[in-house]
Nanobody, 123 residues
Framework: QVQLVESGGGLVQAGCSLRLSCAASGRTLSTWTMGWFRQVPGKQRELVAG???????NYADSVKGRFTISRDNAKNTVYLQMNSLEPEDKVVYYC?????????????????WGQGTQVTVSS
């Protein structure tokens, strides 16, 4: 069984940075596609950033140029560096893992999920 545990969320002021981490256990995820999602209450989870096993990345338009996803396969960990945070970024962020190797956008493609970490941005 794969377990994903997020950390790094918290309260910051607008314009500041946070780095989220997602540590995986249960199996090595180096060949899987990993993603960070966020969910606004009442709406579906949306992909914030994804990274394939080959290192290809994709981002939501709203975070391009501000967020960077990366992975450290030796540590079985995925990161989301979030810079220039805006009040609109205040949501719960979820880490997810997909068995395949493509750049998956929809949440339905992902097989395992973390419990989420709250990011709060004050204006």
């Amino acid at each position: 069984q794969v377990q994903l545990v997020e950390s790094g969320g918290g309260l910051v002021q607008a314009g500041c940075s946070l780095r989220l981490s997602c540590a995986a256990s249960g199996r090595t995820l180096s060949t899987w596609t990993m993603g960070w999602f966020r969910q606004v209450p009442g709406k579906q989870r949306e992909l914030v950033a994804g990274i394939t096993r080959g290192g290809s990345t994709n981002y939501a338009d709203s975070v391009k140029g501000r967020f960077t996803i990366s992975r450290d396969n030796a540590k079985n960990t995925v990161y989301l560096q979030m810079n220039s945070l805006e009040p609109e970024d205040k949501v719960v962020y979820y880490c997810a893992a997909a068995r395949g190797s493509a750049s998956y956008i929809g949440a339905r493609w992902y097989d395992y999920w973390g419990q989420g970490t709250q990011v709060t941005v004050s204006s």
